[in-house]
């Protein structure tokens, strides 16, 4: 028996993992990603195909942001009747996780108030 599922977004996932689908534009499966962390310590990335590139990118911005550190990549190329390539990215929180994970949410809400008052001025 797996890990419980939970939905976030309509992205269904188990507690530590992240399947990347082409559904989502990248920004959200980094938000997805910095939330999940919030709760657990190692966040599993998983993508197919064309969306290794995303998945790619969700670890890296994670990484750039000192919010978490790549600790294990695994490529694959599925099953014996099937060629897609599949990608397993884990990233482990770093010790600085909650205080600059606040510090960026501040920034953003500060950021999202900016846009919002340059609409109303237009």
């Given at each position: 028996?797996?890990?419980?599922?939970?939905?976030?977004?309509?992205?269904?996932?188990?507690?530590?993992?992240?399947?990347?689908?082409?559904?989502?534009?990248?920004i959200?499966?980094?938000?997805?990603?910095?939330?999940?962390?919030?709760?657990?310590?190692?966040?599993?990335?998983?993508?197919?195909?064309?969306c290794?590139?995303?998945?790619?990118?969700?670890?890296?911005?994670?990484?750039?942001?000192?919010?978490?550190?790549?600790?294990?990549?695994?490529?694959?190329?599925?099953?014996?009747?099937?060629?897609?390539?599949?990608?397993?990215?884990?990233?482990?929180?770093?010790?600085?996780?909650?205080?600059?994970?606040?510090?960026?949410?501040?920034?953003?809400?500060?950021?999202?108030?900016?846009?919002?008052?340059?609409?109303?001025?237009?």
């Amino acid at each position: 028996m797996g890990a419980p599922k939970k939905s976030e977004g309509g992205v269904e996932r188990a507690d530590d993992r992240l399947n990347i689908q082409g559904t989502k534009a990248p920004i959200f499966y980094v938000a997805l990603a910095e939330k999940i962390l919030t709760d657990q310590e190692t966040l599993h990335i998983h993508a197919l195909g064309s969306c290794i590139e995303a998945a790619v990118g969700v670890a890296d911005r994670l990484e750039r942001n000192g919010l978490a550190k790549i600790t294990k990549i695994k490529t694959d190329k599925g099953g014996r009747n099937d060629a897609t390539a599949q990608i397993v990215i884990s990233v482990t929180k770093t010790k600085d996780f909650a205080k600059l994970y606040e510090e960026q949410k501040k920034e953003r809400e500060t950021r999202a108030g900016e846009h919002e008052e340059q609409g109303k001025k237009k």
